[in-house]
T-cell receptor, first 115, second 114 residues
Framework: GAVVSQHPSWVICKSGTSVKIECRSL??????MFWYRQFPKQSLMLMAT?????????EQGVEKDKFLINHASLTLSTLTVTSAHPEDSSFYIC???????????FGPGTRLLVL | GNSVTQMEGPVTLSEEAFLTINCTYT??????LFWYVQYPGEGLQLLLK?????DKGSNKGFEATYRKETTSFHLEKGSVQVSDSAVYFC?????????????FGKGMKLTVNP
């Protein structure tokens, strides 16, 4: 089946630094990628939707200048958390979908801890 | 707005026990309904889905029926195995503003003991 990877799986950083998370579709071309955030004991919350070659669409309440998303190729999307603060600590999950399909394929997630 | 409510765990069962995980939804229009499963250390995987009322999704011994009258999509399995230990998410897809969005429940952790 379709495989999506994320890197890194774990990251710890100091407050004020920026962190980049990569999401790759390994065996299919992902025209659309999604970024989710999950707090403990909460559901996954969609942060943004990105289509290859165009700007990401952010959900209400998500700061686009803080969470920079780049979807430069059909197999790679990146999420950069800029000037991270402890409240940004969370589990970030990406998913990818090929053109014309409804099914999203999920990555294993990246756990971010900001000290 | 659109939302999914599912029973919260964690739940621990013995092998071969019957499993039901309740899921109800609120949505405008006619959403597609999904169950995703997340095994330890892995990403979410689609378990089964149903796209219209009275459809039954099934996979790996799991079943769920799209009940429009009760706005429910309960997941069932007649005899669970240790390998079914995972977190289960109920979800729906809606089309808002021309784009499809997955809305998830909180997830329920299931542990099956031998």
């Amino acid at each position: 089946g379709a495989v999506v990877s994320q890197h890194p799986s774990w990251v710890i950083c100091k407050s004020g630094t920026s962190v980049k998370i990569e999401c790759r579709s390994l065996d299919f071309q992902a025209t659309t990628m999604f970024w989710y955030r999950q707090f403990p004991k909460q559901s996954l919350m969609l942060m943004a939707t990105s289509n290859e070659g165009s700007k990401a669409t952010y959900e209400q309440g998500v700061e686009k200048d803080k969470f920079l998303i780049n979807h430069a190729s059909l197999t790679l999307s990146t999420l950069t958390v800029t000037s991270a603060h402890p409240e940004d600590s969370s589990f970030y999950i990406c998913s990818a979908r090929s053109g014309g399909g409804e099914t999203q394929y999920f990555g294993p997630g990246t756990r971010l801890l900001v000290l | 707005g659109n939302s999914v409510t599912q029973m919260e765990g964690p739940v621990t069962l013995s092998e071969e026990a019957f499993l039901t995980i309740n899921c109800t939804y609120t949505a405008t229009g006619y959403p597609s309904l999904f169950w995703y499963v997340q095994y330890p250390g892995e990403g979410l995987q689609l378990l089964l889905k149903a796209t219209k009322a009275d459809d039954k999704g099934s996979n790996k011994g799991f079943e769920a029926t799209y009940r429009k009258e009760t706005t429910s999509f309960h997941l069932e399995k007649g005899s669970v195995q240790v390998s079914d230990s995972a977190v289960y998410f109920c979800a729906l897809i809606t089309t808002q503003g021309g784009s499809e969005k997955l809305v998830f429940g909180k997830g329920m952790k299931l542990t099956v003991n031998p």
